[in-house]
Nanobody, 124 residues
Framework: QVQLVESGGGLVQTGGSLRLSCAAS????????AGWFRQTPGKEREFVGA????????NYADSVKGRFTISRDNAKNTMYLQMNSLKPEDTAVYYC?????????????????WGQGTQVTVSS
């Protein structure tokens, strides 16, 4: 099993920045891809971006491309989501997820492990 714990959420003004962290523990060697998703009440969970754990290759949703950056620290088994130029529409609960498959997937049901989520609120 793999445990994922997000941190770093909070309240920020429009145009501000936040960095989320996702710490993995347990059988972390089983994760080939780690991703970030977000969800607002009444909406489907939305793909934000993902990273291949070994190569560092990334993929982003168009809505965050150029503003968000995913990185990872292999030694700490931690993934990061650096969010810049935040907008009110970025307000959501952000989840990190781990996938055993090697392909970067954009659908949540293709991920095997999930964190509990962290709230990000961007005020206008």
């Amino acid at each position: 099993q793999v445990q994922l714990v997000e941190s770093g959420g909070g309240l920020v003004q429009t145009g501000g920045s936040l960095r989320l962290s996702c710490a993995a523990s347990g059988r972390t060697f089983s994760i080939y891809v780690a991703g970030w998703f977000r969800q607002t009440p009444g909406k489907e969970r939305e793909f934000v971006g993902a990273i291949r754990w070994n190569s560092g290759g990334t993929n982003y949703a168009d809505s965050v491309k150029g503003r968000f950056t995913i990185s990872r620290d292999n030694a700490k088994n931690t993934m990061y989501l650096q969010m810049n130029s935040l907008k009110p529409e970025d307000t959501a609960v952000y989840y990190c997820a781990g996938r055993q498959g090697s392909r970067i997937a954009v659908r949540g049901n293709e991920y095997d492990y999930w964190g509990q989520g962290t709230q990000v609120t961007v005020s206008s």
